[in-house]
């Protein structure tokens, strides 16, 4: 009987969890209440566990606090879409509960599961019964409540899993819009696919199926990208150059190699290349010197060049903080248009995104870490990027980030028109924030199930006009359901803008707009070409 889990053990649990969650996120992603193309809770909650696979990988050590750190550490940076954040939060309470321990028992486990439902709760503004929280919720009392009469994980788990599946099964009676579209909550079930395939490694059993791994090289180790921040951490100082000509006659082939691993003792960025004719000689080294001896063992020396990389760093940092600004702007896009116009509002940086693939809380991190601005507001534009967003302040440095909750588009671009520099952070946010509840927003897509919602019978490829919150416009014609959708929003706004996807060619949008125009004579009519995928129109209503 298996009393207490190990490291080595904890570090299978999580490989076979994350492995489960990968081969069913295609089941999960179907469990989307909403009928359109973008049920990706799937998907973002097994892209959030391969990030804490991939730290896991990378580990020497099978210590409980190795391993409960790489865990947590590799779902915060990798948390994508708001279902991967919560699994985040759930795995940060989990382990801080159990870093300290040599060994876990089941009253250990319940106490970590707790601990993580209540970090999960607690990262979330308005928590929403009938989710996922429900069921983390719900496994970790179960868990406490059990654990004085299991002392063993093999009859402990299959409980928790029972109660788990009862939690899941009881989400639609809690959340109406689940029981509406006839599914349970996805984010709960694959929370349930974490706890099953812990499970199945505590009993040996093995994950069959077709499952992604992250590849592990030396280079994961290193820094992601070049980051301007780094500059002052330079560990050899002096990038040495120089060739080796008019070898000596007693210099051989084995001589050169031997240069070579001499100099890679030295520092690093090494190169040796030549033959008996002559050699090029490149090293970054703290020791310039001893380098330059080694070489006229070899030979005679020409064209040398030493230049002292940490004088280049201090300009170029001096120029850096001489150029940070205030305040900067990063924007998530979809489609090539999109981002354009976002630069063309003078947003700093855009990264790519949306709801076919959520960004993580690191890609939004390392992006605002490239803004030379003290303070940089975000534009999520999509409500399930939001969370991911907000978890990024939390692995910044020297930045701060401030969000603002767009949830699509039209509203990003809103808020990067309010933006003022003269103006103080505070009054920026303020203005950002208005500026979004001005806009009328509409999106047009197409169905992905048959289902009945919003008072429509819907059928899978179905044209639906949609607002924020629901379905307004339902039909088997783009154009006409696009009309539709505006007379449903319209309220007297002045301007109408269309942004067209990739999915819409410029001359049938340029024939929608004639046609909108003479509806409403009295308004002006707009078409830019956005390039987003899943949805034919963006539409804003000003």
Do not use: W
Not at 503 to 511: H, N, Q, T, Y
Request: aromatic share 6%; glycine share 8%; hydrophobic share 40%.
């Amino acid at each position: 009987m298996q009393k207490t889990i190990n490291g080595a053990m904890l570090r299978s649990m999580i490989l076979t969890a994350a492995k489960l969650l990968e081969i069913n996120k295609a089941k999960i992603d179907s469990l989307n209440v909403f009928p359109v193309p973008d049920g990706d809770t799937g998907t973002n909650m097994s892209l959030t566990m391969q990030s804490a696979v991939k730290e896991v990988l990378k580990l020497q050590s099978n210590k409980i606090a190795d391993v409960t750190e790489a865990i947590s550490k590799g779902a915060l940076r990798g948390a994508r879409g708001n279902s991967g954040v919560i699994i985040s939060q759930v795995l940060r309470g989990f382990c801080n509960h159990l870093k300290k321990a040599t060994e876990i028992d089941t009253k250990l486990f319940a106490q970590a599961l707790l601990a993580g439902a209540e970090v999960a709760y607690g990262a979330v503004s308005k928590p929403k019964e009938g989710t996922i929280l429900t069921v983390a919720r719900m496994v970790a009392e179960h868990a406490e409540k059990i654990r004085s009469k299991h002392k063993d994980f093999e009859t402990f788990f299959p409980e928790i899993i029972a109660k788990g599946d009862e939690a899941v099964n009881l989400t639609p009676t809690l959340l109406p819009v689940l029981k509406k579209a006839g599914v349970v909550d996805a984010g709960g079930k694959g929370l349930m696919c974490l706890y099953e395939g812990m499970y199945k490694a505590l009993m040996g059993e093995a994950v069959t199926g077709d499952a992604l791994v992250p590849e592990i090289n030396a280079q994961d180790t290193l820094m992601e990208h070049a980051d301007i921040m780094s500059l002052g951490s330079i560990e050899f100082a002096y990038c040495t150059e120089f060739f080796i000509i008019n070898l000596h006659k007693k210099t051989t082939i084995a001589d050169i190699e031997r240069l070579r691993e001499t100099l890679m003792t030295l520092g690093d960025s090494v190169i040796v290349i030549g033959d008996l004719e002559m050699v090029k000689v490149h090293v970054h080294t703290n020791q310039p010197g001893k380098a330059l001896s080694k070489a006229l063992e070899l030979g005679e020396l020409d064209k040398l060049k030493i230049e002292n990389m940490l004088e280049q760093n201090r300009a170029l940092m001096k120029k850096y903080e001489e150029e940070k600004k205030p305040m900067g702007m990063l924007a998530v896009s979809a489609g090539s248009g999109i981002t354009g116009i976002f630069k063309d509002l003078m947003v700093d940086a855009v990264i790519e995104g949306g709801q076919s693939m959520n960004p993580s809380a690191s890609d939004i991190a390392d992006a605002v870490q490239r803004i030379n601005a003290e303070n940089v507001f975000v534009f999520p534009n999509n409500k399930n990027i939001i969370l991911a967003a907000e978890q990024a302040k939390s692995l910044v440095e020297n930045r701060r980030i401030h969000v603002i909750p767009t949830k699509n588009i039209p509203q990003g671009f809103s808020a990067a028109l309010a933006f003022n520099p003269e103006l103080s952070i505070n009054e920026n946010k303020a203005n950002m924030i208005h500026a979004i509840d001005t806009v009328t927003v509409g999106q047009v897509t197409y169905a992905v199930r048959n289902t009945k919602m919003d008072g429509f019978d819907l059928k899978v490829n179905d044209i639906m006009g949609l607002d924020n919150k629901k379905i307004l416009s339902v039909g088997k014609d783009i154009a006409l359901v696009t009309l539709d959708l505006i007379g449903k929003l319209r309220s007297g706004e002045e301007i109408i803008t269309l942004y067209y996807g990739n999915d819409v060619k410029e001359d049938e949008a340029a024939a929608l707009q004639g046609i909108i125009q003479d509806k409403y004579p009295d308004c002006d009519v707009e078409i830019h070409y956005g390039g987003q995928p899943i949805y034919y129109y963006y539409i804003s209503l000003e």
